[in-house]
């Protein structure tokens, strides 16, 4: 990943999909907005061929992957112009990469600012190598990871929603969540989960041993004063600070419901506390319907 003061570039892997074409359209216009220049690239992964009595087919099979790398390309840098105004096109390349893709990728994030990928492919196969890759993304990028549900992105005036959890994890994604919603314009939803065990349904009255009003309380005004700091940093950004005693998963995904963006962190809570690490990250990046960046650093 780029270090600060350094201009590291957006880079998107395109495969030809829908979802892929998404992706385009949602990184240019990130990476317009970043003021980052973007960078298609198309993986031809290595095929191996079986024996045949026709020499002929390899060189005829490596002609149409060539050629169709080559229409993808194409067709994902014209999405990408077109997304974009017309001053940005310059800061606009492609590159055709033989190779395996997910290694191909991952070898990629290391320079960049970020990663962008659709979560479907164009056919049965595509779509569960990209789900593949998207995952394997997710849990091993040098850089934050945008993964793109769907064809039709959604509204541009709904705010960015992140999920923190105190972890170094959360502190990226804080910061990513802050910038996309300073960039854009909209306001930003920050969600705190303090327990993992789901609505236990506390009484109103004081419990022995505890008295979870005061820690409710005490969570709220922690958690007031840490985006305070945030606050500062980007004044122009009106956060909406929601604190929960459920499984952050869940509450995730039903605010995500008027949305258009959602940032987590790559690792949250760790085995420790009782939860899986990058457990939320996975079931988000699976299950939203809008555009994921998951906070990782290489």
Known sequence: ???????????????????????????????????????????????????????????????????????????????????????????????IIGGPIVPTLLGLSKAADMVVVGCIGETAATRALMGSVSSSLVHRAHCPVAVIHGEHLPSSEAP????????????????????????????????????????????????APIDWRNVKEYTENEFSRHLSGWQERYPEVRVTPIVVCDRPTNRLLEQADSAQLIVVGGHGRGAATGVHSGSVSNAIVHSAQIPVIVAQRG
């Open 160 to 207: 960015v929603l992140v999920g923190m959890d105190g972890s170094s994890a959360s502190e990226l994604a804080t910061a990513i969540a802050f910038g996309e919603a300073s960039y854009r314009g909209v306001d930003l939803v920050a969600l705190h989960a303090w327990s993992d065990m789901g609505p236990l349904g506390f009484p109103d009255f004081d419990w």
């Open 1 to 95: 990943m780029t270090g600060p003061g350094t201009e590291g570039e957006i880079l998107v892997g395109v495969d030809g999909s829908a979802t892929s074409a998404a992706a385009v359209e949602w990184a240019a216009r990130d990476a317009e907005l970043r003021g980052r220049p973007l960078r298609l690239v198309h993986v031809v992964p290595p095929i191996v061929m079986p024996r045949t009595p026709w020499p002929e087919l390899p060189v005829a099979y490596a002609r149409y992957a060539d050629d169709l790398a080559r229409q993808i390309t194409h067709h994902s840098c014209s999405l990408a112009v077109a997304a974009t105004s017309p001053g940005y096109a310059s800061r606009i390349t492609t590159e």
